[in-house]
Every structure is written in structure tokens, then in C-alpha cells.
């Protein structure tokens, strides 16, 4: 596994930054994570049950906290828990008053993810919501439709459209979905990876949609902005 430092932090690298060259000026050049969120990446690649292929990048999370306070999100969706790096990321970004729902349907990652969050310190900012995160958005849509500023959908990836429609019916005008893993790996270019596939099917979907306007750019994994039109 190969490493990125920002700042003393080091981060692992997803495989398509392992070969960019500049990856590691850009971010000495950018300013770095804050420590709570450095410390939680840490501890996942201490535990032999988690690791860091479900974890997103540096960059990716620098983005997420620069565009919720490019737009003052004040409630936010984190779909797809995991350790709970990502909802730790956008408490510390939002606002004291600001609110991070965040879905996770695993019990044990859910476990960690608490854990995590009282250690950072936001457990008054951050609501995990257990159980599947699509049944749990629809849910959501009947009392809160278009009242959230931000978007974040790192989950499992057959569910990645469903995620997508649902963030919009979420989000209020001006709001944004960021979407991790968009270029999974390399992979949504070649018919013989599922995941790949599938992946390469959501991003049709996502280029389609007469809602947004979206830029797919080459960090991380992949990350998808897209911005919910007036």
C-alpha cells in the first residue's frame, strides 16, 4: 500500500493516484485534513476487519469540505457510513448548528462508526440511520424533500441511480451530490468487471439527468459533482 503526506499526515493512496507524480505536491500545496478525520483514517487501517479500500481519498474529502462551505450546507447526507470518516469530514466542515444524516445498514461498521464520531467529537452533529440507505432516504423524502445543501454517495454501487434521484428529490435548488468512485479503480471502461460496469452504467445515468449540471474529475477514484439547476 502505498502512502500520501500531507502536512506529517500520512493517507493511503487509491491504485489511480499511485502514479501521479504531482499527487503528493498538491497537497503539500493544499491545506490539510483536519487531525479528528486524519485520526479516524488511521485507526481504520489499524483494524484488520475494516482497511483502506473502502475509504475515501484525501482529495475527495478536501473537496467535500470546500463545497459544503462554498454553499453553507447546513444539513447534509452521508451515504454510506463505513467507519465514519466521511460524516465526521462534513460535521467538522458545516456549521455547530449544521446536521449530518448519515446511512449505514452494517451493524459492525456502524459500532466503529460511533465510536469514532464521539472520539471527534460531533456526536451532536451526526445521526447514523440504520438499515438499508435506500429505504431509509424515501423515508426521509416524505417529511424533508428539499431541505438538504449537500450530497455525499460513497455506498454500494448497484444502488448508485437510486442514491442519485433520491439526493435530488433531498436537496433544495443550488444543492450539491459529490459521488465517490466514479472511475472505479480504471475499471468502468472494461465489459468483463461487474463492478466496473455497473459503475459505468450509474455515470450514463448521472450525465443524462436534465437536473444538474455535473463535472466528473480524475481524483481519487473517480469523483462526480453535480449542482441541483433552480
Do not use: W
Not at 12 to 30: F, M
Not at 77 to 106: C, H, M, P, Q, R
Amino acid at each position: 500500500m502505498a502512502f500520501s503526506v500531507t502536512g506529517r499526515r500520512c493517507c493511503p493512496l487509491k491504485l489511480l493516484e499511485i502514479n501521479n507524480t504531482l499527487l503528493s505536491y498538491c497537497l503539500q500545496n493544499s491545506t490539510p485534513l483536519p487531525k479528528a478525520v486524519v485520526d479516524v483514517l488511521s485507526r481504520t487501517r489499524s483494524r484488520q476487519q475494516f482497511g483502506d479500500k473502502l475509504l475515501s481519498s484525501v482529495q475527495v474529502l478536501q473537496m467535500n469540505r470546500l463545497l459544503i462551505k462554498l454553499t453553507g450546507a447546513k444539513k447534509i447526507l452521508d451515504i454510506g457510513t463505513y467507519t465514519g470518516v466521511s460524516a465526521v469530514n462534513s460535521a467538522l466542515a458545516t456549521s455547530k448548528t449544521g446536521k449530518v444524516y448519515s446511512f449505514e445498514k452494517s451493524h459492525k461498521h456502524i459500532k466503529t462508526a460511533q465510536e469514532n464520531i464521539q472520539m471527534s467529537g460531533v456526536e451532536d452533529r451526526v445521526s447514523i440511520i440504520k438499515g438499508e440507505a435506500k429505504n431509509s432516504l424515501e423515508r426521509l423524502c416524505k417529511t424533508d424533500e428539499g431541505s438538504f445543501g449537500f450530497s455525499y454517495i460513497d455506498a454500494d454501487k448497484a444502488n448508485y441511480p437510486a442514491y442519485f434521484d433520491l439526493s435530488l428529490k433531498l436537496l433544495k435548488p443550488g444543492g450539491i451530490i459529490a459521488v465517490d468512485n466514479t472511475l472505479y479503480r480504471g475499471l468502468v471502461t472494461n465489459s468483463t468487471d461487474k463492478t466496473g460496469q455497473r459503475i459505468n452504467a450509474a455515470n450514463n445515468y448521472f450525465s443524462q439527468s436534465r437536473e444538474v449540471e455535473l463535472i466528473m474529475l480524475n481524483i481519487g477514484d473517480g469523483y462526480t459533482i453535480a449542482i441541483k439547476e433552480s
